[in-house]
């Protein structure tokens, strides 16, 4: 019985103490100003305005050469070439097939050791010079 009454007692008093905590809590809040939220309508008061001749757009020659320049070929249909070794050719000037096919493996080899290491053993066992070749006339 002692234990009983010895945990209704705590009980009450753990009770009294959460319901002060909360009463404090309470009174703290509605002492605060509330916040409201804030919205602006704004509307626009500009005038479109009055449509103006467009003005002429000149473009210089070269702008005009550049877009009328051939798009390069895709080196990279050519076995043994990927996008590194595109590019390094395309650095060196080739950008079609029929100038790839227009070089032997020698020339080749030495116009791209600055870029790319690749002998012209490599360029002839993977025929890059026949593939060029075939793919400029087809």
Known sequence: MYKTTRNVAILGIGLSVSAVVGWLLLKENKGKPKKEPVSVAVKSQVRPPEAEEAPQIVLPLDALDQATAPVPDDLTRIKG????????????????????????????????AAHVGISAGRIRDNNWIGQAAELATS
């Open 81 to 112: 070439i990927g996008p590194r070794f595109a590019q390094a050719i395309q650095a060196v000037g080739i950008t079609s097939f029929a100038q790839l096919a227009a070089h032997t493996p020698d020339e080749l080899a030495d116009k791209l």
